[in-house]
């Protein structure tokens, strides 16, 4: 399967610890996008890497956010201190252009995590 | 501030007829729209999408409107089955920007009974 992949699945924290997220996009993608995704909501925007350089973050990532895309393959996205309000699925998607016919994202299953 | 507005939280169709769902934006900037679909554990899937060029997109069962003067879009599926109950998902996309995010709205339920 040569589709986006995410790890983990799901992921169980306590407030105040760190985490982190993997995503490999689809391989001859060169974008790739961070979403997440609260109940009732659809996804929301977080960030966006074009190759290894992170091109725009949304408000929503605070400084406790970061995301990293060493040699434009894997994207990482770390949450430390993690709060409750950061419950959420975090979703993954990358393309290969901008939006367009033939260039959608394609997205990888998400992450969800749940702070306890 | 929701850029992108699926009013109708929940659907229900009966097998065979025709499914309609809904959205509605607000930024004149958007000049391409596109459906998702997702099921329960798995991210959205891609499903059809349009540009603002044009008024209507079809792909088999799935056809795409778009009235720019309103600013709303719907999707129809006809027939419905019911391996299309999901949530759909309407987004859309401002390509005169560079960076190529998309805008959700909150997802309509589709609901297909035999």
């Known amino acids: 399967d040569t589709g986006v992949s995410q790890d983990p699945r799901h992921k169980i924290t306590k407030r105040g610890q760190n985490v982190t997220f993997r995503c490999d996009p689809i391989?001859?993608?060169?974008?790739l996008y961070w979403y997440r995704q609260t109940l009732g909501q659809g996804p929301e925007f977080l960030t966006y890497?074009?190759?290894?350089?992170?091109?725009?973050k949304s408000r929503l990532l605070s400084d406790r956010f970061s995301a990293e895309r060493p040699k434009g393959s894997f994207s990482t996205l770390e949450i430390q201190r993690t709060e409750q309000g950061d419950s959420a699925m975090y979703l993954c998607?990358?393309?290969?252009?901008?939006?367009?016919?033939?260039?959608?994202?394609?997205f990888g299953p998400g992450t969800r995590l749940t702070v306890l | 501030d929701q850029q992108v507005k699926q009013n109708s939280p929940s659907l229900s169709v009966q097998e065979g007829r025709i499914s309609i769902l809904n959205c509605d934006y607000t930024?004149?900037?958007?000049?391409?729209f596109l459906w998702y679909k997702k099921y329960p554990a798995e991210g959205p899937t891609f499903l059809i999408s349009?540009?603002?060029?044009?008024d209507k997109n079809e792909d088999g069962r799935f056809t795409v409107f778009l009235n720019k003067s309103a600013k709303h879009l719907s999707l129809h599926i006809v027939p419905s089955q019911p391996g299309d109950s999901a949530v759909y998902f309407c987004?859309?996309?401002?390509?005169?920007?560079?960076?190529?995010?998309?805008?959700f709205g909150r997802g309509t339920q589709l609901t297909v009974w035999p």
């Open positions: 998607a990358s393309s290969l252009g901008s939006p367009g016919p033939d260039n959608e994202q394609f």
């Open positions: 391989s001859e993608h060169n974008r």
């Open positions: 890497f074009q190759n290894e350089a992170q091109l725009e």
């Open positions: 930024n004149s900037m958007f000049d391409y």
């Open positions: 349009i540009s603002s060029i044009k």
């Open positions: 987004a859309a996309s401002d390509r005169g920007s560079t960076l190529g995010r998309l805008y």
